[in-house]
């Protein structure tokens, strides 16, 4: 039985949550395999990944930002370094960033440069899937259907797959982190599902 490390929490506290069990919250290219392949049935779920993006035909500038207007939180990730980029995302994976509480700020703290993903779209659809993180792109063959905001955004991944299969193939970013979804531990998710395939 695939259990959830939290039945129904925001991302903060499930990140928290994850990192006092000392393991990561489940990637989205791990959850794309588990939901695709394995077709585990899943309710919504947090992913660790975050993609941070800016507002359609707008550069990056110093940051990008969120506000998640039910819990007066803003979602801050430093782009500094990336500022006038256009068409891409920046993706920060599941262990290497840190999310930091100053106040009414939630800082992203990444261990590392974010992964750049180059042809991020620009509204909702269907998508080619960049193999690395498997997140929506532009590309020949649709594959995976992006929910995004409408303006900037730095969001984790949500995931889910019911017992139709509905929402499989979808990628939400358009989830304000108050919302109350299960998580997932990377290394305990991978044991159930070797125990469940004994």
Same mark, same amino acid.
Not at 5 to 32: E, M, Q, V, Y
Not at 110 to 139: C, Q
């Given at each position: 039985?695939?259990?959830?490390?939290?039945?129904?929490?925001?991302?903060?506290?499930?990140?928290?949550?994850?990192?006092?069990?000392?393991?990561?919250?489940?990637?989205?290219?791990?959850?794309?395999?588990?939901?695709?392949?394995?077709?585990?049935?899943?309710?919504?779920?947090?992913? #660790?990944?975050?993609?941070?993006?800016? +507002?359609?035909?707008? =550069?990056?500038?110093? $940051?990008?930002?969120?506000?998640?207007?039910? !819990?007066?939180?803003?979602?801050?990730?430093?782009?500094?370094?990336?500022?006038?980029?256009?068409?891409?995302?920046?993706?920060?994976?599941?262990?290497?960033?840190?999310?930091?509480?100053?106040?009414?700020?939630?800082?992203?703290?990444?261990?590392?440069?974010?992964?750049?993903?180059?042809?991020?779209?620009?509204?909702? #659809?269907?998508?080619?899937?960049?193999? +690395?993180?498997?997140? =929506?792109?532009?590309? $020949?063959?649709?594959?995976?259907?992006?929910? !995004?905001?409408?303006?900037?955004?730095?969001?984790?991944?949500?995931?889910?797959?019911?017992?139709?299969?509905?929402?499989?193939?979808?990628?939400?970013?358009?989830?304000?982190?108050?919302?109350?979804?299960?998580?997932?531990?990377?290394?305990?998710?991978?044991?159930?599902?070797?125990?469940?395939?004994?």
């Amino acid at each position: 039985m695939i259990k959830s490390i939290t039945p129904g929490a925001a991302f903060d506290d499930a990140f928290a949550a994850s990192r006092s069990r000392k393991t990561n919250l489940i990637r989205n290219k791990f959850a794309d395999r588990i939901i695709l392949e394995e077709k585990a049935e899943l309710p919504r779920f947090w992913t #660790g990944t975050v993609v941070a993006y800016p +507002a359609p035909d707008c =550069p990056i500038g110093e $940051s990008i930002t969120f506000l998640d207007r039910i !819990r007066r939180l803003r979602y801050i990730l430093e782009t500094s370094a990336l500022r006038g980029e256009r068409g891409i995302a920046l993706v920060l994976e599941s262990g290497t960033y840190d999310l930091l509480g100053k106040g009414n700020d939630r800082f992203y703290l990444p261990h590392r440069e974010p992964l750049i993903l180059s042809g991020f779209p620009k509204e909702n #659809g269907w998508y080619g899937m960049d193999e +690395a993180t498997a997140l =929506p792109v532009h590309g $020949s063959r649709a594959l995976r259907y992006l929910w !995004r905001m409408s303006g900037e955004a730095v969001l984790p991944v949500a995931r889910e797959r019911n017992r139709t299969g509905w929402a499989a193939s979808d990628i939400f970013l358009n989830q304000r982190p108050s919302a109350r979804f299960a998580a997932f531990s990377q290394s305990e998710l991978e044991s159930a599902i070797a125990q469940e395939r004994c």
